[in-house]
C-alpha cells in the first residue's frame, strides 16, 4: 500500500511542486490538496492520509492550530509534516509542541521531501534531530517547564527506558538503537512503546520534546 499524503499549502505553486515530486513515487499517493487549515479535519475524515504535509502559515487558520485541531478531533489521526520556509523559526517548534511528527524545508531538494514524508510515515526515527535540538535550545523552556517535569517524573521510566530515550533524541533509529544496545529490533520497539505510553506521547518526536522540556536531555 502507498503513504498516502494530504497536501496543505496557501501557495498553489508549492502545493503543485510537492505534487510533482511525490506523485512520481510508486510508494507514494497525493490523495486531496487544501488551501487552508481550517479545510483539513474535513479533508482528513473524507480522505484518511497516512501524512499531512502542512504549512506552518496560513491566513485562516495556521499549521501550529490546524495540528491541535486535527489531533483533537480526529481519530487514528495522520502524522502531520509541517512545511516551512525557514529552519529556525518559533512557529515550526510550536508546530511540534502541538503534535506534529517533523517538519521539512520549503527549498528541500526533491529527494529530500521524499525521504520525510517516508521517514514519518514510517515512524520509527526522528526527522533532522539536529535541527530539533537547535529548536528546542532557542525556543524551549531549558528544562525549565514545571509540568514536563512533573509528568516526567511520574512516568517513572525503567533505566533502559531511560537510555532509549535518550538514544531516541540523538535521532538514532530503532535499528540504531538495537545495535547500540546490543539488542533485537523487537526489544527495542517494545521499550519505544513503553516510553510513549508513559509519557503520554504519540510518537517519538512527542517524547523527544518532553524530554528537553524537562531538562530530561540537554538539548545543546
Do not use: C, W
Not at 52 to 68: C, K, S, W
Not at 93 to 110: H, N, S, V
Amino acid at each position: 500500500m502507498p503513504v498516502t499524503v494530504l497536501l496543505v499549502d496557501d501557495e498553489p505553486l508549492v502545493r503543485a511542486g510537492l505534487r510533482a515530486v511525490l506523485a512520481a513515487q510508486p510508494d507514494i499517493e497525493v490523495v486531496g490538496e487544501a488551501a487552508d487549515g481550517a479545510a483539513v479535519i474535513p479533508l482528513v475524515r473524507q480522505l484518511r492520509p497516512d501524512v499531512v504535509a502542512m504549512d506552518v502559515r496560513m491566513p485562516l487558520m495556521d499549521g501550529i492550530e490546524a495540528t491541535r485541531a486535527v489531533l483533537r478531533t480526529v481519530s487514528d489521526p495522520p502524522k502531520i509534516l509541517v512545511v516551512t520556509t525557514f529552519e529556525n523559526d518559533e512557529y515550526v517548534y510550536e508546530a511540534l509542541r502541538a503534535g506534529a511528527d517533523g517538519f521539512l524545508l520549503k527549498r528541500a531538494r526533491p529527494a529530500e521531501i521524499v525521504h520525510a514524508v517516508r521517514l514519518v510515515a514510517e515512524g520509527e526515527s526522528l526527522l533532522f534531530p539536529a535541527s530539533v535540538r537547535q529548536l528546542a535550545a532557542e525556543y524551549g523552556d531549558g528544562g525549565g517547564n514545571p509540568a514536563a517535569r512533573a509528568a516526567m517524573e511520574r512516568a517513572a521510566l525503567t533505566e533502559r527506558e531511560a537510555e532509549v530515550l535518550r538514544l531516541m533524541a540523538r535521532g538514532l533509529s530503532n535499528a540504531e538503537i538495537a545495535g547500540r544496545l546490543i539488542v533485537g529490533t523487537e526489544t527495542v520497539k517494545s521499550h519505544v512503546s513503553a516510553v510513549l505510553a508513559k509519557l503520554g506521547a504519540r510518537d517519538r518526536t512527542q517524547a523527544v520534546i518532553a524530554a528537553y522540556e524537562s531538562g530530561f536531555v540537554a538539548p545543546g
